[in-house]
């Protein structure tokens, strides 16, 4: 795999433009971008077969029940219109992720953050501008799913979702991941907390500021362990919020940067692939350097850049918005669409 994911002065500015929308409500860009979501879901059955992603609607129906998810009767219109596979998407996330929030010379925060799934899913994402009290925001998103991975909104914040190690609740170390999986289910199931990603949908709603949106993030009860990170506007508003059900874990330190492994050192958990570890160390020593005015991509690199890597963007509250959809085929990397404020 090349050191250098692409050069956007020669690469980027000539890929097919990510599908934009903005007017709309959820269901009606859903029912837009219907065309990708069967391409969506036609992926994972690769993985999953028809019949059990119907099972998985089923039992996330009743987990969204549960939790007395705000967008609910939106969910039931994204099925109504896009059928089967729709409760799955908005109750799961088994994508893995780098993320990091490095600073201007000016020391102004920048998000960078990449995508990790097994399947080549960037190709059906899709961006949204939806309007709050507080002013736009804009979504990176696939059809059908009500809650918030990544996102940007313009004077405020940006904040993206990277998925959590299990925790090591059966004390049998790393033999016990078939059993902690299994434990991690099955009180995500019996939970009434929020879904990580319709709590920061829900964020980007209602918080005003980054101060709101951390506060928010930290206190809310979940209904299954996440890492969120939290890029603000001023010097110094940038963390990390390493999240379980009841408690919280915040890295506000100079490396502000994550992967899919627990950096607070009291709590155990099976990191999620590739590399986890690497891959924040790899982070680290990226934010040891000042974010060039150009915003460039140097840093998307091995291990940050890796087989599952599907999407990276990079985002700021000024009116930087960059993302790149793309494929990694036996160390080939290939961009499919871009997306530029």
């Not at 934010?287 to 890597?309: A, G, M, T």
């Not at 009116?319 to 961009?335: E, H, I, L, S």
Request: one cysteine or more.
């Amino acid at each position: 795999m090349s050191d250098i994911f692409f050069k956007e002065s020669e690469d980027f500015l000539v890929l097919p433009k990510m599908p934009y929308y903005e007017g709309l409500d959820r269901v009606q860009v859903s029912v837009a971008e219907k065309y990708n979501f069967d391409g969506l879901v036609h992926r994972l059955r690769f993985l999953t077969p028809k019949f059990i992603l119907k099972i998985g609607d089923r039992i996330g129906a009743r987990l969204l029940a549960r939790t007395k998810s705000p967008y609910l009767e939106e969910i039931n219109g994204f099925s109504k219109h896009l059928g089967v596979g729709v409760e799955t998407l908005n109750t799961g996330y088994e994508w893995a992720c780098t993320a990091m929030v490095r600073e201007t010379a000016s020391k102004h925060p920048v998000l960078h953050r990449v995508l990790d799934w097994s399947l080549p899913m960037g190709k059906y994402m899709h961006v949204a501008k939806y309007e709050t009290e507080h002013g736009p925001y804009y979504d990176i998103n696939w059809s059908g799913n009500s809650g918030i991975i990544n996102a940007v909104a313009p004077k405020r914040f940006v904040i993206s979702i990277n998925q959590s190690p299990i925790p090591m609740r059966s004390n049998l170390g790393k033999i016990g991941f078939p059993i902690d999986w299994f434990l991690q289910r099955r009180a995500t199931f019996q939970s009434s907390g929020w879904l990580p990603s319709h709590l920061l949908r829900h964020v980007f709603e209602i918080a005003p500021d980054y101060h709101s949106a951390v506060k928010i993030l930290t206190e809310t009860p979940l209904a299954i362990p996440v890492i969120f990170t939290v890029c603000g506007r001023e010097e110094g508003e940038k963390c990390i919020i390493e999240r379980q059900e009841n408690s919280a874990h915040i890295i506000e330190y100079s490396n502000v940067c994550t992967a899919n492994h627990w950096q607070e050192h009291e709590w155990s958990g099976h990191p999620r692939p590739i590399r986890s570890r690497d891959r924040l160390e790899a982070a680290k020593s990226a934010c040891s350097d000042y974010v060039e005015e150009d915003f460039n991509w140097q840093w998307l690199r091995p291990p940050i850049l890796n087989k599952h890597s599907i999407m990276a963007f990079i985002a700021n509250t000024d009116g930087v918005m960059k993302v790149a959809n793309f494929r990694v085929v036996d160390g080939v990397v290939t961009p499919i669409s871009y997306f530029s404020l």
